[in-house]
């Protein structure tokens, strides 16, 4: 018996008094995780050599943790075994819920790095917020969202260990709390490096006040516990959008100060009180600017606690911080009220007074006159705006995709780029190999490794190796098998959680993302609508039977993202009576898309949707785990698909829309209501919207919709997102790919070139750049 087994099965006798045979998936998910925790203890120790970079990120998405962790511990074909000894599968850790701390793309961005850095033998730790409701889970009502707590300890931690010692107390202006650590191990796939990722829950220094129990006040008794434990209660369900809250600058705060704290505290041990080498301990990424309250944080701490000048602190910060941008949305662009923000942040306050200060002595110096400086003020119009903040004290800021960097040097951040060019710099995003592509989809991983070696696991351009392939029948005729089997696999799955039968040999066109408007969902959804008309009128007999896949969580309070919904859960149930549109099309919205279905879905996408409105998705990363598992893109010139396409090339892919320049031409004039006008098409699926073909419910959220598209006296700008605009171009070129789809090979190896060429897209690539640039490691 191997040291993993018998530590599982010590396990399962020490805690739960059971054998394998015996024991529920709960009680195997515990002796699992903690058979590998041991066998991961003798290589996971605090560092003290060399520079370390730290990540702070109000979001990891890390999805299921076992499967990954066995991975890249080389014990998954070991548990697999153990678990066919006791007669199970390996699949009954499904029901373990996602770690689902985080929205979207950026939390996700996080996890991966996470992964790649250790792989990669980078000293990178995490630094966020452990809190008790990730993001909400989701399922539908009528055809409308609801939204029910993500309980994801329900399962327990098995992967953390709270380090009680290490605690740290947190000040507001209005209450104190403990900030208490929770370590998980991040393990590198293959190598020796175990990293950490440390998440903070927020305490109560006194969970239960007796006097006041004694006295009959039983809710005071507990009030400052529940009090502090609201601090990390639950994930603001945002994404791309504020809510502005002050609990959320207190969540902002509270994991800042918690993670600088502990930072410091190692320094001293080792450095003493000499802070100069500060910046050569610690490299510290801002995640956005979350968690950028940690610039006058780590001044306050410097000056009050150790007297360090305010001048010098300001020199460590601006050498030690960095900062990525994630966004140019206006309404994602953070900023708080003045007053919201003294009054929750009494102490730190004095520090932004300080840093606005020195940065209008800058101005000045640099001959900036004072009517230009409004532009760079840290406050201005009674906010505090962190970008600007992020910008000026520190040393680095990046976009994250090659154009939407371009966008913030010449267009969002044009006036910063001109005092500080050399501060800006790119940094595209990447996705893990091991997790989006060997783990979730292992048929086409043999398929590569059996034909270029199974380097491309720890080196992505390895990849590159195939593209001989795309011109031999017999590989591309086994590539084709492999799509066709991974969509049966995700047929079987939807039919047993959605109730809904997906037929394998129609086409999956599939988008997958956080529901928001310049994501456009609403796009794909006009598309489908002309194809059902087109259909009915007969016009479309050659048309390719096609299941238009849509997964999305639209954040609770975003109305309209809600009614887009809907408005895709309708036309699915209007296709589904309809006789003979139905054995041509299908729709389906599938419920509470998380990393795991992810996971599912996107290795069987015949194609992947990324349809935003040119320039507004800062870069995606969907659209590159799609690219790896083979899928050619149909998409809009915007974010990371620039570079896909010049990676794959404009053949392989379905490139369609106006650009960035052009939007910037015709902006000024751009009248949707004449396209509608004009265009008996655009109109016919736009009216759908109140027409009475599709119902809402008597909600009112189509005529809204209908209206936002159309009346801008209803709205600031009609059709912000450009819909009306892009959709005939949308329509005609998702035909040519309807078309293309049947040549069977040719579309195999347009598939097999997208993967082929997607090397460059690993987070590996990504943090070692990171690394090398940035953290000076
Ligand atoms: C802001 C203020 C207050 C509360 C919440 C927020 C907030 C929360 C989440 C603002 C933005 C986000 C998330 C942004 C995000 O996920 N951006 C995505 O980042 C990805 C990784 O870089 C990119 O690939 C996507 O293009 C980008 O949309």
């Known amino acids: 018996m191997t040291e993993f087994k018998t530590e599982i099965n010590n396990y399962l006798r020490m805690q739960y008094g059971v054998s394998a045979k015996d024991a529920d998936v709960k009680q195997l998910y515990h002796a699992v995780s903690r058979a590998a925790m041991a066998i991961v203890s003798d290589r996971w120790h605090p560092k003290m050599a060399g520079k370390r970079a730290c990540y702070f990120s109000a979001e990891f998405l890390v999805g299921r943790l076992i499967y990954d962790n066995l991975q890249n511990l080389g014990l998954l074909e070991e548990c697999k075994e153990y678990l066919k000894e006791a007669g199970l599968a390996f699949s009954v850790f499904e029901e373990i819920e996602d770690n689902a701390l985080g929205n979207g793309g950026l939390g ?41 707590a993500d309980d994801w300890l329900r399962f327990g931690d098995p992967w953390s260990i709270r380090r009680e010692d290490e605690k740290v107390l947190i000040s507001f202006a209005d209450q104190e709390v403990y900030a208490i650590p929770y370590d998980t191990p991040v393990i590198g796939y293959g190598t020796d490096t175990v990293n950490t990722l440390r998440l903070w829950q927020a305490e109560p220094l006194c969970a239960f006040d007796f006097s006041l129990f004694n006295s009959g006040d039983y809710d005071g008794s507990v009030s400052e516990a529940v009090r502090a434990r609201e601090i990390t209660g639950v994930l603001y369900p945002n994404d791309n959008e504020k809510p502005g809250k002050i609990l959320r600058l207190k969540q902002q705060y509270f994991f800042s100060s918690a993670s600088l704290q502990s930072l410091l505290k190692s320094y001293v041990k080792v450095y003493g009180q000499d802070f100069s080498k500060f910046p050569d301990a610690y490299a510290i990424q801002l995640n956005d600017t979350h968690p950028t309250v940690s610039i006058p944080e780590l001044i306050r701490l410097l000056t009050e606690k ?95 995709a090659k154009l939407h960097t371009e966008i913030l040097k010449n267009d969002t951040l044009s006036n910063w780029y001109g005092l500080y060019p050399q501060r800006f710099n790119n940094k595209t995003n990447g996705v893990t190999q091991r997790r989006w592509l060997k783990l979730c989809n292992p048929e086409l991983s043999d398929f590569i490794t059996k034909r270029i070696g199974d380097s491309w696991v720890t080196n992505l351009s390895e990849l590159e190796k195939l593209v001989p392939y795309v011109s031999d029948e017999e590989a591309l005729k086994e590539f084709a098998d492999i799509k066709l089997k991974k969509k049966e696999q995700l047929a079987f799955y939807i039919r047993e959680k959605e109730g809904v039968f997906l037929r394998p040999e129609a086409i999956f066109d599939i988008q997958v993302k956080r529901l928001h408007e310049y994501k456009r969902q609403i796009l794909n959804a006009f598309g489908i609508l ?9 016009l479309l007999n050659d048309f390719t039977p096609t299941a238009y896949i849509f997964g999305a969580k639209a954040a609770p309070g975003y109305k309209r993202a809600k009614g887009i919904i809907k408005f895709i859960n309708e036309i699915a149930k209007l296709i589904e009576s309809d006789p003979i549109v139905k054995e041509k099309i299908q729709v389906l919205f599938v419920s509470n898309y998380d990393v795991s279905y992810a996971e599912k879905l996107i290795p069987a996408a015949d194609f992947s949707e990324q349809i935003s409105t040119a320039g507004l998705e800062a870069s995606g990363t969907g659209n590159m785990k799609f690219m790896i598992n083979g899928a050619p893109t149909i998409g809009t010139l915007d974010g990371a698909n620039v570079e896909i396409v010049e990676c794959a090339g404009m053949d392989n892919n379905y490139i369609f829309g106006a650009t960035v320049q052009e939007l910037a031409r015709i902006a000024p004039q751009y009248d949707p209501k004449a396209i509608y006008e004009e265009n008996s098409r655009v109109r016919r699926v736009v009216d759908t919207l109140i027409d009475g073909t599709l119902s809402d419910g008597e909600s009112g959220t189509f005529k809204d919709l209908y209206l936002a598209l159309l009346d801008s006296e209803y709205v600031k700008r009609a059709d912000e997102y450009y819909v009306l605009y892009d959709l005939m171009s949308y329509i005609e070129t998702r035909r040519r790919a309807n078309t293309d789809k049947k040549d069977t090979l040719k579309f195999a190896a347009k598939g097999l070139m997208n993967c082929a060429k997607s090397g460059t897209f690993s987070s590996d690539r990504s943090v070692s750049e990171y690394a090398a640039d940035i953290w000076k490691l």
């Open 108 to 148: 996700r961005l996080a996890a991966c790095y996470l992964d790649s850095a250790a792989t990669g033998n980078i000293p990178l730790d995490g630094y966020g917020i452990r809190y008790r409701y990730g993001l909400f889970r989701q399922s539908f009502e009528d055809g409308f969202q609801k939204e029910s």
């Open 306 to 400: 150790y007297g360090v000048t305010f001048e010098v602190s300001l020199e460590i910060a601006k050498r030690t911080f960095a900062y990525t941008n994630h966004t140019i949305l206006s309404e994602a662009l953070e900023t708080w009220g003045e007053e919201l923000f003294k009054g929750v942040l009494p102490n730190v306050w004095p520090i932004i007074l300080k840093i606005q200060e020195a940065l209008l002595l800058e101005l000045t110096q640099k001959g900036i006159s004072e009517e230009e400086s409004e532009g760079f003020s840290i406050l201005a119009d009674g906010k505090v705006h962190m970008a600007r903040m992020a910008i000026f004290a520190t040393h680095s800021t990046n976009g994250v």
């Open 530 to 538: 002309d194809d059902y008309f087109s259909i009915k009128e007969g």
